[in-house]
């Protein structure tokens, strides 16, 4: 049998300002700028956040009819996944024109790059590959923790050749090997969010960058 997934625990080192009124759903940082996805309906955005203050630097209003979701750094491009609208957007990031668009069936939640495919979670316990110049599917990967389908994956980055996703309503961001699917550590995120921070209105962890 495989061995049980580590249990890792967080420090917190250090925290910066961020808007809490964004549903932040894709993070990322490139070259010192971290880049936002934030979701809901008529306030969906595409952000360029300053790391050290959290002031927003330059915000593009989506459509009222998207609901942003993931955000992957690939080739240059910024590429921000909608959750039921079936389109992926794609931008230039250094003038945040919209640059094109892609379809895809099913929800879009989180997106990564592993700097050779793309890999999209919808929610599900399966991971699609994408081909990052055509857009198309080339392969899925099931996940497992403990042997079984493990669901609600959501937010991704490839982290040291290893997928992290956020497990949507918990407090856990998962390792997953891409080569098995199998989820070789768990951390555990309990406690981040202060009593505060729920008093105030923050929803869920979501986000990793």
């Not at 957007?89 to 250094?94: F, N, R, S």
């Not at 929610?123 to 099931?142: C, H, I, M, V, W």
């Not at 555990?188 to 979501?206: I, K, T």
């Amino acid at each position: 049998p495989p061995a049980p997934a580590r249990r890792l625990r967080v420090e917190v080192i250090e925290s910066r300002p961020h808007d809490s009124t964004a549903f932040t759903q894709g993070l990322l940082i490139e070259k010192g700028i971290l880049y936002e996805s934030a979701g809901n309906y008529g306030q969906s955005s595409l952000r360029e956040v300053n790391l050290e203050t959290g002031e927003v630097a330059r915000r593009l209003n989506l459509a009222p009819a998207y609901f942003a979701e993931g955000l992957a750094w690939a080739g240059g491009r910024l590429i921000q996944l909608t959750w039921r609208e079936q389109a992926a957007l794609i931008y230039d990031p250094a003038t945040f024109q919209q640059t094109g668009e892609f379809r895809y069936t099913g929800e879009g939640w989180g997106l990564t790059f592993d700097g050779q495919r793309l890999i999209m979670s919808d929610g599900s316990a399966s991971l699609r590959f994408l081909d990052p110049k055509t857009y198309q599917q080339t392969g899925n990967l099931e996940v497992t923790y403990q042997g079984k389908p493990l669901a609600n994956l959501n937010e991704l980055e490839f982290v040291r050749g290893r997928i992290f996703a956020n497990v949507w309503q918990s407090n856990s961001i998962v390792v997953i090997d891409p080569a098995s699917g199998r989820v070789t550590a768990q951390i555990n995120l309990a406690g981040l969010l202060s009593p505060e921070d729920r008093a105030g209105g923050v929803d869920v962890l979501n986000g990793i960058a």
